[in-house]
């Protein structure tokens, strides 16, 4: 009975030590002047999502997750202290943790696929812009090539080149993001859905100036440069907000 006890508690170590080491690291990093919430969908688990000016919070992801991460801004609750909203990237919930809705646009995208430590990683612009970011893979190799994992990024704010038909502004008219063709017009041709779907999907005239600001962003449904690269074996992953 005591060796059927031991090794109960031997494989219960092996396997609590395997799920530690699968578990991947992120380094979230605001340097934005103000603060951002932290969401995820679906959730994280992060129990305080806030994140101050010049604040880096190590965060283990759990492994295996697929799903998308974005900063939400300009947060509060109303007179009532009961609902919780944010002016960009809100998730509905009237929570300061998001319960794994989507966020309602504009807000800057970063997908992750984590599958035994191997990640697979993007900036999308394809729901807006709200914050500048950074993704910097440390350490590792790309998976499919050569070399480190390469960065990728959209750290320049978009204010300057967003078209009047897709500014976000709060309730007192101020800029607060740029919102994508796709969700400001809902145009198939926008949305690559209908006979501009598949092959039809074609940069348009708003992903092509969001593409010269931020070249390593995919900026319409159908955007595949850079690739969606596939990280193995970084130690970590830098996700930094305002990094310029």
């Not at 000016?53 to 759990?62: K, R, V, Y």
């Not at 997908?111 to 440390?138: A, D, M, S, W």
């Amino acid at each position: 009975m005591a060796n059927k006890a031991v090794f109960s508690l031997f494989l219960l170590l092996v396997i609590s030590g395997w799920r530690v080491q699968s578990d991947i690291t992120f380094n979230f990093d605001n340097e934005c002047s103000f603060s951002v919430w932290l969401a995820a969908s679906p959730s994280i688990g992060d129990g305080d999502p806030e994140r101050g000016p010049g604040t880096l919070e190590i965060f283990s992801m759990p492994d295996p997750w697929t799903g998308s991460i974005w900063a939400r801004t300009k947060c509060s609750y109303d007179a009532s202290l009961n609902n919780f909203t944010c002016e960009t990237g809100d998730c509905g919930s009237g929570l300061v943790q998001c319960q794994s809705p989507p966020p309602k646009p504009p807000a800057t995208l970063l997908n992750f696929g984590i599958n035994q430590n191997v990640v697979t990683y993007e900036v999308n612009l394809n729901h807006g812009f709200n914050v500048p970011v950074r993704i910097k893979p440390v350490g590792g190799s790309l998976v499919g090539g050569s070399g480190p994992c390469p960065v990728v990024d959209c750290i320049k704010n978009l204010k300057d080149v967003c078209p009047s038909p897709l500014t976000a502004l709060n309730q007192n008219g101020v800029y607060v993001g740029c919102n994508s063709p796709c969700d400001a017009l809902q145009d198939p041709k926008y949305c690559c859905t209908g006979a501009s779907a598949g092959q039809a999907c074609q940069p348009n005239e708003y992903s092509k100036t969001f593409k010269q600001v931020c070249q390593l962003a995919h900026t319409y449904p159908g955007d595949n440069d850079p690739p969606i690269y596939k990280c193995s074996g970084a130690t970590s992953y830098d996700v930094t907000f305002c990094p310029l």
